[in-house]
């Protein structure tokens, strides 16, 4: 075969970094061997040299031997909360409390007042740990933040409609006696 046919089966440069042009790699440079691999084992060459934070070893078609350094690995994310589990936490806590709270109630619709008094708050807080949403109509707050603020007062609404009806005892409906 002739250095012509090849050069046709070696791999060619179609995009370079800074610091790969930095080094002197330009597109539609042809690769002969990286870190001394050859075409057939690059993609291997290359993953080893970035997980051993190596640098690569670049020789060219053109008889020219570039050495571009190795990449600064970047972290994979910021450190994030586990807020789904928060979530899950909260919603497992708050059906408790309202379980809990159902016996002593003493109008209809305490049960439902109480929900849309804690909730929007516990929500408020979580969103406060949660960063990645941005803010909106100009608030400062997330979208579920000002949902929340919007649900609260809805609440402290339902409770003082509430006070306002007379106080009842809510009992359990029981199944009469049947009769012989």
Known sequence: MS???????????????????????????QVLRING??????????????????????????????????????????????????????????????????????REGEVTALLLTLYPLTRFLLEIVRVDEAAVFGTGLSISQNISLVLCVVGVGLWAYLRRLPRARVDFARPEPARR
């Open 3 to 29: 250095l012509r046919e090849q050069q046709s089966f070696l791999p060619v440069v179609t995009r370079v970094d800074p610091a790969a042009a930095r080094a002197g790699l330009t597109v539609g440079s």
């Open 37 to 106: 691999a050859e075409p057939a084992e690059i993609s291997n060459a290359l993953l080893e040299a970035y997980h051993r934070h190596l640098p690569l070893i670049v020789e060219t078609a053109r008889g020219d031997t570039l050495e571009i350094p190795a990449a600064e690995i970047q972290p994979r994310s910021l450190p994030v909360h586990p807020t789904q589990i928060y979530s899950a936490i909260n919603a497992g806590l708050l059906a408790w409390v309202l379980w809990n709270f159902y016996p002593y109630r003493r």
